[in-house]
């Protein structure tokens, strides 16, 4: 290979056939989900009447090293991947700077993001089951655009609880998920008990992710033949996830590199933990040991600032709990523009990794991370979503340090999305109206305080 190509695509034949179960290969596993209503670790039947039963299975199951893709989600994979891993020449020149950048780019499909992914696999299995419909929450509006795109492929109706910040902030993207056919929800709403409780005390609010999930889970558990599906911080959406990095590495062995760091940002760690699996893989195993990086926002610190405990993955406190780094299931962050990282917790996986010494995590502020995006967009040519900008902050710092330093380290980071219907953000950015929230001690502490009491465990 003489030159590496600013765009590189595997060919059909190179695409992976399996999704890789990170679990299989960690030292020690992520502490068991408790069943609120025993307070023992829940089983996979525990888990059926929110999770259709395969995904029950994936999300339990911690051996089986690989899974093999259905053939028909393969097909539908096919309709958009590869994804493109791109080498960031223009972004180089722009720094100055010796360090070979790479992104995978995830956004070349309508959802914008990569959360399409699993939602093929979770809307496939579900119809599989013979399940008559779905429920979700979403924030920023990438998981409910990607799930009703899935849905309508399959046949399944679907309703979206959308936060009801983005739902007013983001017109439109309510309007793609109705065109594919799903019914939208702003939430909290009064079509759910958890979201009449939440209005009561609060009749103002602008929602939270936590918030919407309570209200789609208990949708769904009260409705016939409906299930839950979540788009983030589940073991079996990491494991769907993992074709980011499967692909990647296929096609850095393919180019003949190898990256030094690896940069994503995290809301519930889904993009991130499917981009490291098989570089996660080789440090577990001793074979490679790249630096990892989470990158979250300021205003929503969950690794950073957060206590690694058991908590609810609902604000409704429904669903079980896992032992995650949390700022309290009650934590409802600030307003901030990246609404896909507002999120409490963190992927039990990544928790674990990273409270063990296998990745990093750094928080940025806001208008940093519009700087970095609009830096990009010019040099790049693509407009990034806000949450992937997060990445590309941390990208652009580290290159900046290389060029200090004299090092040509290989960086890889995730470009999850697209930020076209993010341009509220992006005028508040350019307008110089963006403010950088940052919560204090006490703001943090209120959340904790509410973590759930478990005898023997976390009292
Ligand atoms: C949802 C979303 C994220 C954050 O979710 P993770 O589960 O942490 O990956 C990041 N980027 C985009 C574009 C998203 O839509």
Redesign the pocket.
């Known amino acids: 290979m003489t030159k590496i190509p600013y765009r590189f695509y595997l060919t059909e034949d190179q695409m992976p056939k399996q999704w890789y179960n990170l679990r299989a290969d960690m030292k020690e596993q992520p502490d068991p989900m408790i069943n609120p209503a025993t307070m023992k670790p829940a089983t996979e039947e525990d888990l059926y009447p929110v999770f259709c039963k395969e995904l029950a299975h994936q999300e339990m199951d911690s051996k089986t090293r690989y899974v093999d893709i259905p053939e028909e989600i393969l097909e539908m994979y096919r309709i958009f991947r590869p994804s493109p891993l791109i080498r960031a020449y223009n972004l180089e020149k722009a720094l100055d700077t010796p360090a070979k950048i790479y992104y995978k780019f995830?956004?070349n499909n309508t959802s914008?993001?990569?959360?399409l992914n699993s939602a093929i696999a979770q809307a496939y299995y579900a119809k599989k089951q013979g399940l008559t419909s779905l429920t979700t929450e979403t924030?920023?509006g990438?998981?409910g655009t990607a799930l009703a795109e899935a849905c309508s492929y399959f046949g399944l109706p679907l309703t979206v609880f959308m936060v009801k910040g983005s739902y007013q902030q983001k017109p439109f993207r309510k309007t793609v998920m109705q065109t594919f056919g799903a019914e939208v929800i702003p939430s909290p709403s009064n079509t759910t008990e958890a979201g009449r409780k939440i209005l009561e005390t609060d009749p103002d609010t602008t929602g939270s992710l936590g918030c919407a999930i309570s209200e789609a889970v208990e949708k769904a558990v009260s409705t016939e033949g409906c299930r839950y599906v979540l788009?983030?911080?589940l073991n079996q959406?990491l494991l769907h996830?993992s074709i980011i990095g499967l692909e990647t590495k296929k096609a850095m062995e393919i180019l003949d590199v190898y990256p030094d760091v690896i940069i994503?940002?995290?809301?519930?760690?889904?993009?991130?933990?499917?981009l490291i699996a098989p570089f996660m893989q080789d440090k577990l195993t001793g074979k490679a040991d790249p630096r990892i990086v989470a990158v979250e926002p300021a205003s929503c610190p969950s690794l950073t600032r957060g206590k690694y405990a058991y908590d609810f993955c609902d604000t409704g406190k429904i669903t079980p709990m896992a032992k995650m780094y949390t700022l309290g299931c009650g934590f409802i962050p600030s307003s901030n523009h990246?609404g896909?990282?507002r999120?409490h917790g963190m992927?039990p996986i990544l928790s674990k990794l990273y409270h063990d010494g296998y990745m990093e995590a750094i928080s940025v502020e806001q208008t940093k991370v519009f700087e970095a995006a609009v830096f990009f967009a010019k040099h790049e040519t693509i407009l990034p979503?806000p949450?992937?900008s997060h990445a590309i902050r941390a990208a652009i710092d580290e290159a900046l340090r290389c060029k200090e330093s004299g090092e040509a380290k290989t960086i890889l980071f995730g470009l999850?999305?697209?930020g076209y219907f993010d341009m509220t953000a992006y005028a508040s950015f350019i307008e110089h109206t963006m403010g950088d929230y940052i919560p204090t001690d006490e703001d943090l502490q209120k959340g904790f305080d509410g973590l759930p009491k478990i005898p023997g465990l976390q009292e």
Not at 112 to 115: A, D, P, V, Y
């Open positions: 995830e956004g914008g993001s990569h959360k924030g920023a990438q998981w788009g983030s911080v959406v996830q994503g940002c995290a809301g519930g760690g889904s993009n991130l933990g499917g990246a896909g990282l999120y992927s979503a949450e992937s999850t999305g697209t």
